[in-house]
């Protein structure tokens, strides 16, 4: 069964930090690849970070630099360390999973993911 609970979310005042987490179910660990995405109001989702294949990470331009994607495999945990942020960071972010036995699989596309968790709201004010 895929299992994602995210936390973390809340408010901060821009330049400032916050760490999401998404624990997922030892099952969802092993079998899937796991990502984070944001949907800020009225736009669509949209990828911010994610392990490839070979585990490299992957970022939206808008956030290199400034976010870290990690992962605990003892705790079946991803994290998303949000450093510097800012006020179009607000939004609400989600933790995906993606088939690892999936042929096509590219790390900040949507469609590529097949579970989402519940979300969790950020809120950078200036």
């Known amino acids: 069964q895929v299992q994602l609970v995210e936390s973390g979310g809340g408010s901060a005042q821009s330049g400032g930090s916050l760490r999401l987490s998404c624990v997922a179910s030892?099952?969802?660990?092993?079998?899937?690849?796991l990502g984070w995405f944001r949907q800020a109001p009225g736009k669509e989702r949209e990828g911010v970070a994610a392990?490839?294949?070979?585990?490299?990470?992957n970022y939206a331009s808008s956030v290199k630099g400034r976010f870290t994607i990690a992962q605990d495999n003892d705790k079946n945990t991803l994290y998303l360390q949000m450093d510097s942020l800012k006020p179009e960071d607000t939004a609400v972010y989600y933790c995906?999973?993606?088939?690892?036995?999936?042929?096509?699989?590219?790390?900040?596309?949507?469609?590529?993911?097949?579970?989402w968790g519940q979300g969790t709201q950020v809120t950078v004010s200036s």
């Open positions: 392990f490839g294949r070979d585990g490299t990470t």
């Open positions: 030892e099952y969802t660990y092993r079998n899937y690849y």
């Open positions: 995906a999973a993606c088939y690892k036995a999936r042929a096509s699989y590219i790390p900040l596309d949507r469609s590529s993911y097949h579970y």
